[in-house]
């Protein structure tokens, strides 16, 4: 399958699912026709591995810095706002993953939200972009949303599947919208969430090494499967999948201020 130039704007190369052959599987996205993908750096130390990864292929991997929700509780508020300057310092072209998971509760969710708010704080500071996770904790997230547009900071609700409202509330608050690999499962009935998202405001993602799209459900997700997630928004779009291709592409260039053509 071929769509033309496409990114992938959330990748966890950094992943010790990858640990074996991270090399080949940039190469299988190159060669499907990655133009960009964004390596998630969700703790240090996947933070570290992810700057090491982008510095061997700077024109094509992206890295980011933040702590996932699921680790919040780890949160130091000496060691972690230090260790995310620094990669912004070294490239780093966002804060995140960061957010809130009420679905699995790894930590307390007061912890959560200050972790989360330390973080939106750093990406104000340091002018960069957040990628977000929400899952389960709608009306926390729709405060946020409302707290960081006053804030003047802008972000994307990653491997969005949440309800239409919070996404118009995102959108409201000049945030981007990424859908993943779950649009292209059997049981995803809501075309809506597919059509309200601007295309200036749409992107694509793996979230690989999970969330497989059909026709490769239950395998190790990787970028170069992305296409197939295109193709699908593509058609609950009513558009040609190159046309979404590119500017799904220009999307992620302007949003984490890539240097790619």
């Known amino acids: 399958m071929t769509v033309g130039a496409w990114a992938d704007s959330h990748v966890h190369l950094a992943s010790t699912a990858f640990t074996d052959d991270v090399e080949a599987v940039i190469e299988r996205a190159r060669a499907a026709g990655a133009r960009a993908l964004v390596c998630i750096g969700e703790s240090p130390d996947a933070a570290t591995r992810a700057r090491a990864i982008a510095?061997?292929?700077?024109?094509?991997?992206?890295?980011?810095?933040?702590?996932?929700?699921?680790?919040?509780?780890?949160?130091?508020?000496?060691?972690?706002?230090?260790?995310?300057?620094?990669?912004?310092?070294?490239?780093?072209?966002?804060?995140?993953?960061?957010?809130?998971?009420?679905?699995?509760?790894?930590?307390?969710?007061?912890?959560?939200?200050?972790?989360?708010?330390?973080?939106?704080?750093?990406?104000?500071?340091?002018?960069?972009?957040?990628?977000?996770?929400?899952?389960?904790?709608?009306?926390?997230?729709?405060?946020?949303?409302?707290?960081a547009a006053a804030a003047g900071i802008v972000g994307v609700l990653h491997c969005y599947t949440g309800s239409v409202a919070l996404a118009e509330a995102g959108l409201a608050a000049g945030w981007y919208v990424s859908f993943s690999g779950i649009v292209t499962f059997r049981n995803w009935a809501d075309l809506a969430l597919l059509q309200i998202v601007p295309d200036d405001r749409l992107l694509v993602e793996s979230d690989a090494p999970y969330l497989a799209p059909i026709p490769n459900r239950g395998k190790r997700n990787e970028s170069a499967w992305v296409p197939h997630t295109i193709q699908r928004l593509a058609a609950a779009r009513g558009t040609d999948p190159e046309a979404l291709a590119a500017l799904t592409l220009r999307n992620t260039r302007q949003f984490f201020t890539l240097p790619i053509d």
Do not use: K
Not at 64 to 82: E, F, I, K, L, Y
């Open 55 to 147: 510095a061997r292929y700077p024109e094509l991997v992206f890295h980011t810095s933040g702590v996932h929700p699921h680790d919040a509780a780890q949160w130091d508020d000496q060691r972690n706002p230090a260790v995310i300057r620094e990669a912004v310092a070294l490239g780093a072209v966002a804060v995140g993953e960061c957010g809130l998971d009420y679905h699995y509760d790894h930590a307390p969710r007061d912890v959560q939200r200050r972790t989360l708010n330390a973080q939106l704080m750093l990406a104000a500071e340091l002018q960069r972009p957040v990628i977000l996770h929400t899952r389960d904790a709608e009306d926390d997230t729709h405060d946020m949303l409302r707290e």
